[in-house]
């Protein structure tokens, strides 16, 4: 799955940016955000319907950090829109998918939100914690549009309107450290190290892995990173002199890569995990792939995109023939399960006869178990809870589909559990 950075000094530009997007965003004709017309079959309807389209938007990272996951999570959601069009639509209407590429950049992702939210009844992707929250408030002020990131920063927890999928980043990484300590030996007493993207991201999985660390009697080294950082021997120097037992690593592929690669090369075998976007199946065929396949795990959402279900077999069939020069990953299954999930709010809408940013809001508010087929189930009942507190742990294996096998069933620790995000 895919985890972003947000640096600090971003902070001012981002802000600056937000004023000049905010002055030039269309206004808006009530309170809920859409002008309410009726359309035929008296469905009600607003921005991002017209003529006979369902207009949604994705804000992808397809040239940046995350372009091979951007990739795969917007091929599934198109494929989703192809399959969800060929079967009648919704209420009679087309959908389409709007794309943009930011690159990962924080100049193109506001204004690419921008550009494209007057025109979408809402955004089915936006990859990037510092984004999303850098337009959290007009999300939650004038706007009001569903917005279902590729995302999992705390920071967003508590919007009616941006909605995680899955485990947060501080929940994610606690029940990585649940797994070390359940199946790696780390105990009391132990420490252990975090590689980490500076911003939202690394720091909302930083938070996790303090806070289980306090619990469980661990002490945590702390190497902050950023996202142009991709060779990692100092990181991996620095954490074998002070003696970890075990290192959690929050940033992308190639971080992973490097500081699995590293540690190998100098004799350090220690059990490296990463949360979920911190593996992409194309690093099996590095020099890497030996070690990752060894000593790296990855905590993850969802189930992987080999799983031996009939609805994951399906997909897996399904992408093939779509985008057979395409690898699968677990982009796959993140950008399937959140289209998917925007469809069912667009269905049950429908079924209400509102089609307006509030009424698909509302409908997604009452799914309370949706589970596409990727063994975890979502409740988004609650915008100040992540919509589940389980994570499935994996492995690389290039002989699987997906290069992922499970190692350790969904679950949630006891930690996970009783904590409370944010607090």
């Not at 902050?224 to 592929?253: E, R």
């Not at 429908?350 to 509302?362: E, H, I, M, N, P």
């Not at 189930?377 to 589940?388: E, K, V």
Request: aromatic letters at 6%; one cysteine or more.
């Amino acid at each position: 799955m895919i985890r972003t950075y947000g640096a600090r000094a971003a902070a001012g530009a981002l802000a600056a940016l937000l004023v000049l997007a905010g002055c030039s965003s269309k206004a808006k004709d009530s309170d809920n955000g859409d002008d309410g017309k009726a359309a035929a079959g008296g469905v009600k309807t607003g921005e991002g319907v017209s003529g006979k389209t369902i207009t949604l938007g994705a804000l992808t990272d397809m040239t940046g950090v995350y372009a091979t996951l951007g990739k795969s999570v917007t091929q599934a959601q198109q494929l989703y829109v192809k399959q969800l069009n060929a079967a009648g639509g919704v209420c009679g209407y087309k959908v389409r998918l709007s794309v943009r590429d930011h690159g990962y950049d924080p100049q193109k992702a506001v204004s690419g939100y921008t550009e494209l939210e007057p025109e979408v009844l809402g955004f089915a992707q936006f990859i990037g914690s510092p984004f999303v929250a850098a337009v959290k408030q007009r999300v939650d002020g004038q706007d009001k549009v569903l917005v279902l990131p590729q995302a999992w920063s705390a920071a967003l927890l508590g919007s009616p309107y941006i909605r995680v999928i899955g485990s947060t980043y501080d929940i994610e990484t606690m029940n990585a450290v649940d797994f070390l300590m359940k199946e790696k030996g780390i105990k009391k007493g132990d420490r252990i190290g975090h590689v980490y993207f500076e911003g939202d991201y690394g720091e909302s999985a930083l938070a996790g892995s303090r806070h289980i660390a306090g619990e469980a009697g661990l002490t945590v080294v702390e190497q902050k990173i950023k996202p142009t950082d991709n060779d990692m021997t100092a990181q991996v120097a620095a954490l074998k002199q002070a003696g970890v037992k075990a290192i959690v690593i929050s940033a992308g592929p190639r971080q992973a890569a490097s500081l699995v690669g590293v540690a190998a090369a100098g004799g350090f075998d220690v059990p490296i995990i990463g949360n979920n976007s911190a593996f992409a199946p194309q690093l099996l065929a590095t020099q890497a792939g030996p070690a990752l396949a060894k000593n790296y795990y990855v905590s993850s959402p969802s189930l992987p995109i080999g799983a031996d279900t009939p609805e994951a077999k399906k997909l897996v069939a399904d992408y093939r023939a779509a985008y057979p020069k395409d690898s699968l990953d677990n982009g796959v299954v993140a950008g399937w399960t959140a289209a998917s999930a925007f469809g069912e709010a667009l269905k049950k809408a429908c079924a209400s006869k509102d089609l307006t940013r509030a009424g698909v809001d509302k409908a997604l508010l009452s799914i309370d178990s949706f589970d596409v087929g990727f063994g975890i189930a979502q409740d988004f009942t609650d915008p100040a809870a992540p919509s589940s507190r389980q994570s499935v742990i994996l492995q690389p294996d290039k002989s699987v589909t997906g290069g992922m096998k499970v190692v350790r069933d969904a679950g949630a620790s006891e930690v996970a559990q009783a904590y409370t995000p944010g607090a």
